[in-house]
């Protein structure tokens, strides 16, 4: 009797305090935890959960970043005992997925129990090229736009000269409709080339632009490391498929990635329309794979605050004044869905 009443009280205690879910919001390329804006508060309101941001650097060797981010996560201080939803933007996205795996595959972290990785707009499958093309340059140029300030109070003709003609460059490409095939090397080869270009041009004229050229060299090699998964296609199905063999009953860790999308008029021909991304989807020699990448759609052509192509609508995916209400809500709602809260 006393030991059928202990067994009830246990099982009451149990359910009275159920298991803690921590969710770790991880920023991409550039960003900062503040790149999820109000997302963070948003979900520790709606989810009821705890709701943590891992900050870093996005330089340097991917293994040593995810090694630097497993071990941050066996930090009992920032991540409690529980389960743990590991949310990704853009290159966090590969960043959390490559550490459940090592988490999975090193005992020193077996007491860390992954159970939902959510990707938003991460390129697991590259970038779309049409997302360069149609305004990447522009919008990458801009990315070192200061560097221009440091050049005008030495050769300022010179420099001019210089910046009409990249942006000229950047404002005559035209954008097609995208194909579903990888886009490996396009972003990380669009950033290197503008920066590079930018301070190069700066160093055939003045011995600050040659100072620059030297430290944006560094900047933009310990950035492209960083971006080293873009363009390994080995790498890129071998984590799809390891994600994939881990939606069963024995192995369950429920992955799913959000990617925005709108629908454009061709311009060519007004009745013909055609679906924009930020990311390459997946393509079909990876089975399957399909079902994990979920659209959100957005109207960039209503859209008053900005957020008039893929590279505005990705960067401000969390920023409800931007991508506007139903978008942002559509993600809130969908992320509280999957996460069972």
């Known amino acids: 009797m006393f030991s059928q009443l202990a067994s009830l009280a246990t099982s009451l205690a149990a359910a009275a305090s159920p298991t803690t879910l921590t969710i770790v919001l991880v920023h991409g390329f550039m960003g900062s935890s503040e790149s999820f804006h109000s997302f963070g508060s948003d979900l ?18 991917n293994d040593l970043q995810v090694k630097q981010f497993t071990s941050w996560l066996s930090n009992k201080m920032n991540v409690p005992a529980g389960s743990v939803a590991l949310l990704g933007h853009s290159m966090g996205g590969l960043l959390v997925a490559d550490a459940a795996r090592a988490i999975e595959n090193s005992p020193e972290h077996s007491h860390l129990n992954v159970t939902h990785i959510l990707a938003f707009d991460s390129p697991f499958f590259g970038v779309h090229p049409s997302a360069i093309v149609s305004s990447g340059t522009r919008k990458v140029t801009s990315k070192f736009g200061g560097l221009w300030d440091s050049m005008q109070s030495s050769t300022p003709a010179a420099n001019q000269s210089t910046a009409r003609s990249i942006s000229a460059a950047s404002t005559t490409t035209t954008a097609t409709a995208p194909a579903k095939s990888s886009s490996a090397s396009y972003w990380g080869a669009a950033l290197g080339i503008a920066a590079v270009a930018t301070v190069a041009a700066a160093a055939a004229y003045s011995d600050t632009g040659r100072s620059l050229m030297k430290a944006a060299h560094k900047s933009v090699s310990d950035h492209m490391t960083f971006l080293g ?14 994600l994939l063999s881990r939606q069963t009953s024995t192995k369950k860790i ?50 008053t605050q900005g957020c008039n192509d893929e590279i505005d609508a990705h960067m401000n995916m969390f920023r409800r004044n931007v991508i506007g209400d139903n978008v942002y809500d559509n993600i809130l709602s969908s992320v509280v869905s999957v996460l069972g809260l």
């Open 44 to 61: 520790k309101r709606t989810a009821k959960a705890n709701v943590v941001s891992y900050e870093f650097s996005t330089t340097g060797d």
């Open 254 to 303: 429920k992955f799913q990635c959000y990617y925005l999308e709108t629908t454009v008029l061709d311009k060519s021909d007004p009745s013909r329309s055609y679906i924009k991304t930020f990311i390459s989807l997946p393509p079909d020699s990876v089975a399957g794979a399909d079902r994990l990448f979920e659209p959100i759609d957005y109207d960039a052509s209503v859209n």
């Open 229 to 242: 998964p873009l363009w390994s296609p080995g790498n890129q199905e071998e984590r799809i498929v390891w």
